[in-house]
């Protein structure tokens, strides 16, 4: 039965699938989630698939573009499974809502939605973030630099403080500065197979940015007013909340500046009172055990988002499947590198916009997509 199974990764808001090759110098939006999975389940490597919607194209064409791919892995698997991060938890909630239409998509696709087994989100803004509302233009523009900056410096790939420039450059008009990724300098900085991928994705950011609008709470919840009593199927969420940031950010080399732009984008994504989505972690009630997943070593208070989803927006009712103690990129495997409770270097550092001193690691990560993937082999979604 397991040789039947499909599961279809679908990454969030300036989401990819992979940029290089896996045999080579490579970047991974679910930095080694995949892996983990298939260790649970036994499946194969290639019956999880990564989607590349546009990263911040409109919401109706990233469900357009899930769509595509579910009806293509429906003549090769019997059970498809979803796993959405962030925008992509909307993504696998509305093509699974048949009340939901988008510009030429079929008016019927319950047969289609009928092999669909477990649809699993994580840190999913359901009901938009008031980031989107309170920082459009910082969602526009600071953002796509992060998002260069945090790519150029991840030590897997490349190296050396001028990767700032490079990644920086790919932001400004074709005409300021040469844009050849064959040239021998960028060569000499980068895999030439994974910098093409990179400039053509920034790129795509800069010049379709409509997904910000449709995040807003405002537009959010005008739509689930439109399609409200359309779900097909149970949805099995799980929540992502990060500690309140402090005052004054414990010092740490090298990541005081990380733990500083995590206070700044919580404050953006703190909910008011009036938004319904200001909603203490205790009224949030959970399935399964534990309830909630998290390091000793995780500095408390708790506060009221991940650093770019509020809690009240990551269920549809109020239920979740579990609770995660992360920032909104720790969850899926984007967490500063740093040292185990034993003293010993962690396995894995990788791309992050922020610290929110969550002290989610490997272990953490581990436990979690462990639990994940046990969940894919439960026969009843």
Same mark, same amino acid.
């Given at each position: 039965?397991?040789?039947?199974?499909?599961?279809?990764?679908?990454?969030?808001?300036?989401?990819?699938?992979?940029?290089?090759?896996?045999?080579?110098?490579?970047?991974?939006?679910?930095?080694? !989630?995949?892996?983990?999975?298939?260790?649970?389940?036994?499946?194969?490597?290639? /019956?999880?698939?990564?989607?590349?919607?546009?990263?911040?194209?409109?919401? %109706?064409?990233?469900?357009?573009?899930?769509?595509?791919?579910?009806?293509?892995?429906?003549?090769?698997?019997?059970?498809?499974?979803?796993?959405?991060?962030?925008?992509?938890?909307?993504?696998?909630?509305?093509?699974?809502?048949?009340?939901?239409? &988008?510009?030429?998509?079929?008016? =019927?696709?319950?047969?289609?939605?009928?092999?669909?087994?477990?649809?699993?989100?994580?840190?999913?803004?359901?009901?938009?973030?008031?980031?989107?509302?309170?920082? +459009?233009?910082?969602?526009?523009?600071?953002? +796509?630099?992060?998002?260069?900056?945090?790519?150029?410096?991840?030590?897997?790939?490349?190296?050396? +403080?001028?990767?700032?420039?490079?990644?920086?450059?790919?932001?400004?008009? =074709?005409? &300021? !500065?040469?844009?050849?990724?064959?040239?021998?300098?960028?060569?000499?900085?980068?895999?030439?197979?994974?910098?093409? /991928?990179?400039?053509?994705?920034?790129?795509?950011?800069?010049?379709?940015?409509?997904?910000?609008?449709? *995040?807003?709470?405002?537009?959010?919840?005008?739509?689930?007013?439109?399609?409200?009593?359309?779900?097909?199927?149970?949805?099995?969420?799980?929540?992502? !909340?990060?500690?309140?940031?402090?005052?004054?950010?414990? &010092?740490?080399?090298?990541?005081?500046?990380?733990?500083?732009?995590?206070?700044?984008?919580?404050?953006?994504?703190? +909910?008011?009172?009036?938004?319904?989505?200001?909603?203490?972690?205790?009224?949030?009630?959970?399935?399964?055990?534990?309830?909630?997943?998290?390091?000793?070593?995780?500095?408390?208070? *708790?506060?009221?988002?991940?650093?770019?989803?509020?809690?009240?927006? /990551?269920?549809?009712?109020?239920?979740?499947?579990?609770?995660? !103690?992360?920032?909104? $990129?720790?969850?899926?495997?984007?967490?500063?590198?740093?040292?185990?409770?034993?003293?010993?270097?962690?396995?894995?550092?990788?791309?992050?916009?922020?610290?929110?001193?969550?002290?989610?690691? =490997?272990?953490?990560?581990? %436990?979690?997509?462990?639990?994940?993937?046990? $969940?894919?082999?439960?026969?009843?979604?």
């Amino acid at each position: 039965m397991q040789a039947s199974d499909a599961v279809i990764l679908v990454p969030g808001f300036f989401g990819f699938g992979t940029f290089g090759s896996p045999d080579g110098p490579h970047i991974a939006y679910f930095e080694r !989630v995949a892996a983990t999975l298939q260790l649970v389940t036994g499946w194969q490597p290639e /019956q999880f698939v990564s989607l590349e919607p546009p990263p911040t194209g409109p919401l %109706w064409t990233r469900v357009e573009c899930l769509h595509t791919r579910l009806e293509e892995l429906s003549q090769r698997y019997e059970r498809i499974h979803l796993i959405g991060h962030s925008t992509g938890g909307v993504d696998a909630r509305l093509v699974m809502n048949t009340k939901y239409l &988008w510009p030429g998509g079929p008016l =019927d696709r319950r047969p289609l939605l009928d092999r669909i087994g477990h649809v699993v989100t994580v840190s999913a803004p359901f009901r938009g973030t008031p980031f989107a509302d309170r920082f +459009p233009v910082g969602l526009e523009l600071v953002a +796509p630099a992060a998002t260069a900056i945090s790519i150029a410096t991840a030590p897997s790939v490349l190296e050396g +403080p001028s990767q700032f420039w490079n990644a920086f450059s790919a932001l400004l008009p =074709d005409g &300021w !500065v040469p844009k050849d990724a064959d040239a021998s300098e960028i060569a000499a900085l980068a895999d030439p197979a994974v910098w093409p /991928q990179i400039h053509a994705f920034l790129k795509h950011i800069v010049e379709d940015r409509r997904l910000i609008g449709d *995040l807003s709470v405002r537009a959010m919840r005008k739509l689930n007013e439109e399609i409200d009593g359309g779900d097909h199927r149970l949805i099995e969420s799980f929540v992502t !909340v990060a500690p309140r940031p402090a005052l004054m950010p414990t &010092w740490h080399p090298g990541r005081s500046a990380l733990r500083y732009l995590y206070a700044l984008t919580y404050g953006f994504a703190h +909910p008011s009172a009036d938004s319904g989505l200001d909603i203490p972690l205790s009224d949030i009630t959970t399935s399964g055990e534990p309830r909630m997943i998290t390091s000793e070593q995780a500095r408390e208070p *708790l506060g009221s988002n991940d650093g770019v989803v509020p809690i009240g927006s /990551q269920t549809l009712h109020g239920h979740a499947a579990g609770i995660v !103690v992360s920032d909104h $990129l720790d969850v899926i495997g984007h967490y500063p590198g740093g040292y185990d409770r034993a003293g010993r270097k962690e396995e894995h550092g990788g791309i992050t916009f922020f610290d929110s001193e969550a002290h989610f690691r =490997d272990a953490e990560f581990r %436990w979690f997509w462990t639990r994940v993937g046990r $969940l894919l082999l439960d026969p009843a979604p």
